[in-house]
């Protein structure tokens, strides 16, 4: 049996932070992933000032940077008209902007942190079961082993097997479009330093750069292929794209298609065991927060446990968080895929005058970059 003061279930970016940030001070922790190596696919791309920040206590913000594509500013396009530009270049931050760096790199960059502070991840080692008492958790993996634990931390994605067993709700539903995801190299006739988030009838397409010269396609689309091809992507682009200039794809990376959900836990918290990331909420590929939150949860309850008092603030100060996030990703994710002629004129005509104000750009801004204060969540 393998005894320690945290197991943590999932070896993704959470599991990851929440381990090193663990390990970084003085407490043990085990983190176990049942898969026999780490993902090396692009998915979440996006990277938000405030996970930078609270980043910053791992030491590994600065490799970050350097290895990503800083983004000062998101547009919202229809065709060639810019409706809305969101500015990120003066909030008040040390990272004023929007950094892109594929999820593959910053789970390397995590994991090496993670080693050199003397902690390594058991894989592939599969959480089947656990039970609790007064003083701790103990855990089953598949190939029979137990692990002891003070507590259980499942960062188990969003199909957490923690989460079920613990019988903590996932409350919410389905999105009807699938996503489509590709990293492509293309001619694109847009600015490099720029997220576009281009609104069309027939759907959403944001278009983000990559290191490399590669761009991040993200597109909703009512029946998606399974590995989209350069030519599904330069129709998506053409139809929904700039029109003065199009998109020229010249070669498809990575793709992927998925389903999105909008779903948060009911509880982050079940006596000694508890829910961080995917496990505990989901939403909108929009705006790029989901691993954002999930990390800044990480780094939250890494405080908490290792405080280990006052472990309800955990859920006090983080669910908010991850509620407001799931309320304004489907804000965004409405508000792009509009289909009614009538409706989609007027958000044509009112994003400009709203855009146009001042503050509200600035708390858009805000907002995304989860720096607000409701994001920053007083306390953790
Ligand atoms: C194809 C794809 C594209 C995506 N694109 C975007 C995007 O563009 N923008 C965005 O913000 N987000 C995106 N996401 C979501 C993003 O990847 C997640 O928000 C992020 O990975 C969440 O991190 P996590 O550590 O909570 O969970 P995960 O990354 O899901 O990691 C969970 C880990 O737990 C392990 N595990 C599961 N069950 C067990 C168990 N019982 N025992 C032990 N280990 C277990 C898994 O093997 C996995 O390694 C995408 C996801 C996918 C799949």
Request: glycine share 10%; proline share 6%; charged share 25%.
């Amino acid at each position: 049996m393998w005894d320690t003061e945290v197991l943590i279930a999932g070896a993704g970016p959470v599991g990851l932070t929440l381990a090193a940030a663990l390990t970084r001070r003085g407490r043990p922790a085990i983190v176990i992933d049942r898969q026999p190596e780490g993902a090396n696919t692009s998915r979440a791309a996006v990277i938000h000032a405030r996970t930078l920040e609270a980043l910053d206590e791992l030491d590994v913000t600065g490799e970050m940077v350097e290895r990503g594509v800083i983004v000062p500013h998101f547009t919202v396009r229809d065709g060639d008209r810019a409706l809305l530009t969101v500015d990120f270049s003066d909030l008040p931050t040390r990272y004023p902007y929007t950094l892109m760096l594929p999820q593959s790199d910053t789970e390397l960059i995590l994991s090496d942190r993670l080693r050199r502070l003397g902690g390594s991840v058991r894989r592939p080692a599969e959480l089947v079961g656990f039970r609790q008492d007064d003083d701790g958790v103990t855990a089953t993996l598949r190939d029979g082993q137990t692990v002891r634990a003070r507590y259980l931390v499942g960062a188990d994605g969003m199909h957490s097997t923690v989460r079920d067993l613990s019988g903590i709700g996932f409350t919410g539903k389905a999105y009807e479009e699938s996503f489509v995801l590709a990293d492509v190299r293309m001619d694109w006739p847009l600015p490099a330093d720029e997220v576009t988030l281009h609104f069309s009838p027939a759907g959403l397409v944001v278009v983000a750069p990559l290191p490399g010269g590669r761009h991040r396609i993200v597109a909703t689309l009512d029946e998606a292929p399974e590995h989209p091809a350069a030519a599904d992507v330069q129709a998506i682009l053409d139809a929904r794209g700039p029109r003065r200039e199009h998109a020229k794809v010249r070669e498809v990376l990575w793709s992927s298609r998925f389903r999105v959900h909008h779903r948060l836990a009911e509880h982050y918290r079940s006596g000694r065991v508890f829910l961080a990331g995917d496990a505990a909420h989901v939403h909108s590929p929009a705006g790029g927060q989901g691993m954002n939150t999930g990390v800044q949860d990480a780094i939250a309850l890494a405080a908490v446990l290792a405080e280990g008092s006052d472990l309800d603030r955990y859920e006090t100060v983080r669910r908010p968080i991850a509620a407001g996030v799931v309320a304004l990703t489907d804000r965004m994710t409405r508000l792009a895929t509009l289909r009614s002629r009538p409706l989609i004129a007027v958000r044509n005509t009112v994003l400009p005058i709203v855009g146009g104000v001042p503050a509200v750009r600035r708390g858009l801004a805000m907002n995304l970059s989860e720096l607000s204060t409701i994001a920053r969540g007083k306390g953790a």
